[in-house]
Nanobody
């Protein structure tokens, strides 16, 4: 079993930046993919960005050029640098690990508002 713990959410003004971090409770092995999903009120959970154990990335079109995903394989962490945030980025952001099965963090709230 793997537990994922997110941190770094909060309130930010439009155009601002936030950095999310997710730490896994134990080491896991290849192949695997870690990433971020988000769910806004009244909407389905959607992919934001993922990165495989070989560094392959996948971004939602809505965040390309603004968000950057990174991983520290030795520390079992995944980060999401979010720049030029807009009100439509407001959501609960969930860390995800796909390693044989899906693992989810508890979520962290990101609110973009003036």
């Amino acid at each position: 079993q793997v537990q994922l713990v997110e941190s770094g959410g909060g309130l930010v003004q439009p155009g601002g930046s936030l950095r999310l971090a997710c730490s896994a409770s134990r080491r896991f092995f290849s192949p695997n993919t870690m990433g971020w999903y988000r769910q806004a009120p009244g909407k389905q959970r959607e992919l934001v960005a993922t990165m495989s154990n070989i560094g392959r990335t996948n971004y939602a079109d809505s965040v390309k050029g603004r968000f950057t995903i990174s991983r520290d394989y030795a520390q079992n962490t995944v980060n999401l640098q979010m720049n030029s945030l807009q009100p439509e980025d407001t959501a609960v952001y969930y860390c995800n690990l796909n390693w044989g099965k899906e693992y989810w963090g508890q979520g962290t709230q990101v609110t973009v508002s003036s």
